[in-house]
């Protein structure tokens, strides 16, 4: 997280060599592809355990993104943003319930994107964006006998935005419907300078 608020901040000292209105971003989200993919995973677990094994007590974060984007106000501007996701679960004994462990899954991703800005009014925007950049995932199994079992991984980041919409100008709300890792469903606050 603190390499992804450190690339932010130098490209924010960069922002005078910009001829354009800038902006900065953060979003919250729902439904990363990262999320569908551990509901795979944690199927393949009870599967392969002959229903023996079960998830239970998912938690973690929502996906949260913080972006940099130049050319803010042309047709075709240019992003890159940062996104961390944690997903925690434990496994579970479905003969006696008992804990057998807990799995931690993180994800950093690191994300350039094209955004095509169709209208960009005073009070309403509507855009549409395509990103492609990698992943960091890190896994940690730890179990009831305090066993540790770690991965870690280079993976390919990609999210397509179908529609953006923006409501502000300056300081702006958003939303944003489109699949890939960052989410389904995102809803964000933007300034723009």
């Known amino acids: 997280m603190k390499t992804l608020i450190l690339i932010i901040v130098l490209l924010l000292s ?3 060599s910009f001829s354009q209105k800038s902006e900065v971003a953060a979003r919250i989200g729902t439904g990363s592809l990262y999320q569908l993919l551990d509901v ?6 009870v599967i ?3 229903n023996s094994v079960a998830s239970d007590n998912y938690r973690g974060m929502s996906p949260i993104t913080l972006s940099y984007t130049s050319n803010a106000d042309n047709f075709f501007s240019y992003s890159i943003e940062g996104q961390y996701v944690s997903i925690v679960r434990d496994y579970i004994d479905n003969g006696n319930s008992n804990v057998l462990g807990t799995l931690t899954s993180s994800y950093t991703s690191l994300m350039p994107r094209v955004n095509f800005n169709y209208l960009d009014g005073d009070v309403i925007g509507l855009s549409s964006s395509l990103g492609m950049g990698i992943t960091f ?3 940690e199994y730890v179990s009831v006998e305090n066993e540790k079992n770690t991965s870690s991984k280079v993976v390919l980041a990609a999210q397509i935005d179908l529609l953006k919409l923006r409501v502000g100008k300056k300081i702006n709300v958003f939303t944003d419907l489109g ?3 960052r989410s389904l469903i995102t809803f964000g606050v933007g300034y723009r300078f």
Do not use: E, I, K, P
């Open 48 to 50: 392969a355990s002959a």
């Open 40 to 45: 795979f995973v944690d199927a393949s677990v």
């Open 14 to 16: 960069t922002q005078n």
């Open 137 to 139: 995932r890190n896994q």
């Open 179 to 181: 699949f890939g890792t």
